[in-house]
């Protein structure tokens, strides 16, 4: 069996599934600029650093090599003799350009001070020409020189990026660098604070669009409506004034559907009513022969055969009466039926009045159970017509002594009539079945009784133009049939 979508739900998912993908490629190309932000903001923060410091650096060396250049001055100047007689000062100054004159720089731990969670917190290493090292904070990685320039090192397990600026005239090295984890951690931290509110927005958009798509399907569910509340024979167009324009072609497509169909239905209605009309007239004509031809032999299989005509001529009479009252019927609109006020008393006892010679014939007790007057909206020759078939049905499957009573009532629902018997019946399975056309239960087929299986029909037909209810239930004890019509109160039928 296959399923049934809604459409609202299909178009709040595709709604919903579109937001998500614009917000991934969101996320991602926040994600994206982040990390090249802040590598480019932490990078020119660590150039920025290496420069100033080999600006301070700078004049270190300098004094160094100055103070270098004079002690050799002094030590010229001395000569042999000078150094002979202060043997102590020239020794220490010699001793000083042993050394090479190289001071090492103490630098507090620069990490130490951080004052922030995302302030770089960088390590410095500075290098004199020979490669002596001339500083290095305490959490500095050792590393060696590199090539002037950003690199990126691994040490000890850490990730750490690097800036290193070599002095030309001195050829003094300075590397700046700072754990590659900072970094991370500040782009995860964007991205999250980015992406947050829009999970967070995603049910109320998802509550709005539902309801956005609901009030935007209202006029679907109108049409639908307007639909779904038609009577089986509204073949008016539907009025799309109002529809959008999604749905223009589907609206003219229904409404050249029902054109077609009214057409359809119009020439079936005119050709029933037309071959029936047809019908009567030599029919009648050919019972009138028979009845002649009857009267005029005395032979008895002569009489046999004419009274099997005449027969055959009354059910084909019947059945060509029983199609005309249905073409009536059914060319009758529910929408445009004009409606007056019905006493269902008067009503029964003129139809069974009609039926009483035939039910003193046939030995069957034909009553009427009508304590009060009570009113229905209806049209009056068409609810003739219904109680009439219901009649005829039961004293034709009612045997000699059997008992037919139309009885009428009322409720809170409103007013009900009902023609209750004791003959054959109807099985339970096939009562849902006697109100099609040209339709003969088993128990019907296997009687004397010739029908045209339309009678029924014709009570559904008026039925429904009445919009009243039908129900079929055991007759009398147990026995027989009983079918009873529902009228709607008469606030609500009109």
Do not use: C
Request: aromatic share 4%; hydrophobic share 45%.
């Amino acid at each position: 069996m296959s399923v049934r979508h809604s459409l609202r739900l299909r178009l709040i998912t595709m709604l919903l599934a579109a937001v998500l993908l614009v917000w991934l490629a969101v996320v991602l190309l926040v994600y994206s600029k982040a990390v090249h932000e802040v590598e480019e903001v932490y990078d020119a923060n660590l150039a920025q650093s290496a420069h100033i410091l080999q600006a301070m650096l700078r004049h270190e060396v300098e004094e160094g090599e100055e103070i270098e250049a004079k002690i050799h001055a002094v030590i010229e100047e001395l000569g042999q003799q000078g150094a002979s007689a202060y043997p102590r000062l020239v020794g220490l100054l010699q001793d000083y350009l042993t050394k090479g004159g190289k001071e090492q720089i103490s630098l507090f731990d620069a990490a130490d001070a951080v004052g922030h969670r995302y302030v770089s917190g960088p390590v410095f290493i500075a290098r004199y020409r020979d490669g002596t090292l001339m500083m290095r904070g305490g959490a500095a990685p050792e590393i060696p020189r590199l090539a002037d320039g950003f690199a990126d090192v691994d040490h000890a397990g850490e990730h750490w990026r690097f800036y290193q600026l070599t002095e030309k005239m001195s050829d003094l090295t300075v590397q700046v660098g700072e754990r590659q984890a900072l970094r991370t951690e500040l782009v995860s931290y964007i991205t999250r604070n980015t992406l947050m509110p829009l999970l967070l927005a995603l049910p109320a958009m998802g509550i709005l669009i539902w309801i956005v798509v609901g009030r935007a399907l209202i006029s679907l569910q109108r049409v639908a409506d307007s639909v779904s509340k038609r009577a089986p024979d509204a073949m008016e167009p539907i009025d799309g004034r109002d529809s959008p324009r999604e749905i223009e072609g589907l609206l003219t497509a229904l409404n050249a559907l029902f054109q077609r169909v009214a057409a359809a239905l119009k020439r079936e209605r005119e050709f029933t009513a037309d071959a029936a009309h047809e019908l009567r007239t030599p029919l009648a004509a050919l019972k009138t022969h028979l009845q002649v031809a009857r009267t005029q032999t005395a032979e008895r299989k002569t009489e046999i055969s004419l009274d099997r005509a005449l027969d055959g001529v009354d059910r084909a009479t019947h059945s060509v009466e029983q199609l005309l009252a249905l073409a009536r019927a059914d060319a009758i609109e529910a929408g445009k039926m004009v409606k007056s006020a019905v006493d269902l008393r008067d009503l029964a006892v003129a139809v069974v009045s009609l039926f009483s010679q035939q039910a003193v014939d046939r030995q069957i007790d034909l009553g009427v159970d009508a304590p009060s007057r009570i009113g229905v909206l209806g049209d009056v020759t068409l609810l003739q017509m219904l109680l009439r078939n219901l009649v005829d049905n039961a004293l034709h499957y009612t045997p000699a002594g059997g008992v037919v009573t139309v009885t009428i009532g009322s409720d809170a629902d409103g007013a009900w009539l009902e023609v209750v018997d004791d003959g054959i019946g109807v099985a339970s399975e096939e009562r849902e079945k006697i109100f099609n056309r040209f339709h003969r239960s088993p128990e019907v087929q296997t009687s004397d009784v010739k029908g045209s299986g339309l009678g029924l029909s014709i009570v559904r037909r008026i039925a429904d133009l009445h919009g009243a209810g039908i129900s079929v239930d055991d007759g009398l004890n147990g026995q027989g049939l009983s079918v009873r019509i529902d009228f709607p109160s008469r606030k609500s039928a009109a």
